[in-house]
Every structure is written in structure tokens, then in C-alpha cells.
């Protein structure tokens, strides 16, 4: 079944009950059972809900991976990963990342013994050197948030298997659209749905997929014991936006395209950062693994002046100025303080994340009127 149809139909079918052809919504915290542990597979909602099966089952689809877990946020997916690991255990992470991913890192779990090393995994030299006898995990990005750099997946996986790691692979920027980590040899892939997945601003939730049946045994574990699972309402909602998530996704990469090149021909703007760039670091790997380039994007202003940022952002008409991504509606963002806020302001310079660096989450509208509103929100 190809990716297009995967979307419609896979994972999902009709309701036995009523021949429904959408799944329905199975409001309802328990289940009646015929004797006690005899049941239909459903004993309380926390545990198993079948509309909350069908889209496990969808996303595994999406992903070629044979396990799907959904949580009630993409935080709540990454807190169940980490979970997995033990105190003494050692990760090597991005450093250009999710802010809520180094807040979740540093202030939780570090305090619990497990140490977290942030490097540029744009270059892998710097993923060997941090490799020893405690690396339990290796945590990527791909495109980065907000710097959209490029890591190689499969030389990841690679380095996984000789320490005897797991690596862990954020999708949410690409969407399984452009990219499956698992068939890259990922162990994880996790996705904030509330992104493209999704695609209507309107859910927060978060997803994991794989393969190993005994880690989905420990992750399923972890999701019921701890209970951060969404409602039937908000599954329902994000297989309905999954439908079109391969229509999105065409119109997100033919717009990104667009603007990219927009603002790299403006005379205000000193850089943008897009993966689709000839030019843009590891473009080949990105070629190599991404089908498309998708809609994110960061840009700076000549001049570098965060007042400069600031002004642009809060003059859209159009790109609203708020937090998040990939819905239908184009989104702008000031990640320094937004996004990144979390991140201490000299490790986000480290990482190469200026005050002044403004993201844009290029939406599904006419990509004219989208020019038009940039330019002259940037005057």
C-alpha cells in the first residue's frame, strides 16, 4: 500500500457495530466484561481505547514500523523514552533542539542521574567523541528546530548498533510524508502529532513508533502505568487530519520552496536556513533521506538586531505570531523567546541559535499573498 492510501485506510476500518465508516469516538472509561478478565480486549481506557488503537495503528503504518504509542503531548512521549534509561546512563543529544526536549532533559532527568551531552550532530565527529561504556541512547533531530540542520540517520543507526544504544529520532519537522527514520534504522521515532500530523492546530499529542516487540512491551508499560494518554476525541480528530496529511504536506513543500527563495533574494535578509538549499549544510544527506524539503524555516535580518526580529514578526498580517507549527495556517516565531526560551541564552549561541533568528512555518495558503504580507512585514 503506498504512503497516500496508507493515510486513508491503513490501521483504520469500519465500525462492526454499525459498519461506520469513520472510526467512531469511543467516549467511555470502562467496559463491560462478561467475567472478570473476560472481555473484548478493553477493560478501561487508560489501558486501551479503540479509537486510541486505531491511530496506533495508523501512525505505525506511516512509518513502516510495526508498534504505534500515542500520549497526551509529544513531551509526554519523550518523558516515556527516557524512562527507559536508568541512573549512570548516558545520552548524546542535538544541541539544536526543541527547547521542551532540553527542559525535559536537564531539569528532570538529569537531576536523577542520568547525564545528557548536547553536540553539533551535523558533524558525527562529535557524535564519536562523546561515545563510551554508558551511552544508553542517541536522540536526533532531523531537520533541527530552529536551524534546520541535517543529520545523518543511517550513520546514527550505525553507530547505535556498535555501542549498543538506542536511537531515538523527532520527526515531527519532516513528517513520515518526507522521512521514516525506521527504515534508516532508527529504534524510535517519536512525533509531536500536535504538528503536521495533525495539521489543524486544534490537538496536543505526541506519538511513538517501532519495531521490537519487547521495547513496545516496556514503552506500553510506562504509557499505562504513568497514564499520559490523550482522549478519543482528540484521536478522532488526528485521524481525521491524517487524511489529507499527504495533500498538506505537497502544498507545505511547494509554498516552503517559494518562500525560501523569496527571502533569499530580499535585500534585508542576511540568511535563511532551508534544507532544500544546494548550498545548505549536508543538503546530499537530506536529499538522500528527505523526499521533499517541507515548510519550516528560520531566517536572520541583515543587521542581526533582535528589534529588527521583533518588528518583523509582530507586522504580519497573515503568518500569525504564536508557538507551534505545521498546521494550515502559516505561523512565525521569535525561538529565543518562545520556542527556545528554556535553553540558556549561551548554550542556544553555542548551538548557532541568534536572539535575532526568526522561524516561520510556511502554511498551505496562496503562496502570493504570503510573499506579499513578508515583505512588507520586513519593510
Known amino acids: 500500500m503506498k504512503f497516500n492510501t496508507k493515510t486513508i485506510h491503513a490501521g483504520v476500518h469500519a465500525d462492526p457495530l454499525t459498519g461506520a465508516v469513520m472510526t467512531p ?3 467511555t472509561s470502562t467496559y463491560k466484561q462478561v467475567a472478570p478478565g473476560n472481555h473484548q480486549g478493553y477493560e478501561y481506557s487508560r489501558t486501551h481505547n479503540p479509537t486510541r488503537t486505531q491511530l496506533q495503528d495508523n501512525l505505525a503504518a506511516l512509518e513502516n514500523a ?23 546512563d548516558e545520552v548524546i543529544a542535538t544541541n539544536d533542539l526543541y527547547g521542551g526536549s532540553y527542559r525535559i532533559f536537564t531539569k528532570i532527568f538529569q537531576p536523577f542521574g542520568i547525564q545528557f551531552h548536547f553536540v553539533d550532530m551535523s558533524d558525527m565527529s562529535q557524535i564519536k567523541a ?18 534546520l ?6 550513520a546514527c543507526a550505525a553507530l547505535a548498533k556498535q555501542c549498543d544504544a538506542l536511537l531515538c529520532v523527532d520527526n515531527t519537522f519532516a513528517s513520515p510524508y518526507l522521512q521514516n527514520p525506521m527504515d534508516l534504522g532508527a529504534d524510535i521515532v517519536m512525533h509531536s502529532v500536535t504538528k503536521y500530523l495533525n495539521g489543524h492546530s486544534d490537538v496536543v499529542m505526541g506519538a511513538l513508533v517501532l519495531n521490537d516487540d519487547q521495547l513496545q512491551e516496556r514503552l506500553a508499560f510506562i ?11 482528540d484521536c478522532f480528530l488526528v485521524l481525521r487530519g491524517i487524511k489529507t496529511l499527504h495533500l498538506r504536506m505537497a502544498r507545505h513543500c511547494e509554498n516552503g520552496r517559494a518562500i525560501a527563495e523569496f527571502l533569499r533574494a530580499h535585500k534585508k535578509v542576511a540568511r535563511v536556513f532551508w534544507p532544500g538549499f ?3 549544510p549536508n ?17 536572520t535580518l541583515k543587521g542581526d538586531h533582535i528589534g529588527d ?18 498546521g494550515v495556517e502559516s505561523l512565525c516565531g521569535h525561538p529565543a523567546s518562545m520556542t527556545h526560551a528554556s535553553i540558556p541564552r549561551e548554550e542556544r549561541e553555542k548551538a548557532g541559535l541568534k536572539d535575532s533568528l526568526i522561524r516561520l512555518s510556511v502554511g498551505i495558503e496562496d503562496v502570493d499573498d504570503l510573499i506579499v504580507d513578508l515583505d512588507q512585514a520586513i519593510g
Open 283 to 299: 543538503h546530499e544527506i537530506a536529499k538522500s533521506q528527505m523526499r521533499d524539503f517541507g515548510g519550516m524555516m528560520s531566517f
Open 309 to 326: 526580529a521583533l518588528r518583523t514578526i509582530s507586522n504580519t498580517k497573515l503568518f500569525t505570531l504564536a508557538e507551534s507549527l505545521g
Open 66 to 88: 510495526k508498534h504505534g504509542l500515542v500520549f497526551g503531548s509529544g513531551m509526554a512521549a519523550i518523558d516515556a523514552v527516557v524512562k527507559l534509561l536508568k541512573p549512570g
Open 25 to 27: 469516538i469511543y467516549q
Open 223 to 233: 504509557q499505562n502505568s504513568c497514564g499520559g494518554v490523550p482522549g478519543p476525541q
Open 130 to 147: 562523546r561515545i563510551n561504556d554508558k551511552t544508553r541512547m542517541i536522540w536526533v533531530e532531523t531537520p533541527t528546530n530552529p536551524l
Open 278 to 280: 544546494t548550498d545548505h
Open 149 to 154: 540542520k541535517i543529520i545523518d540517520i543511517k
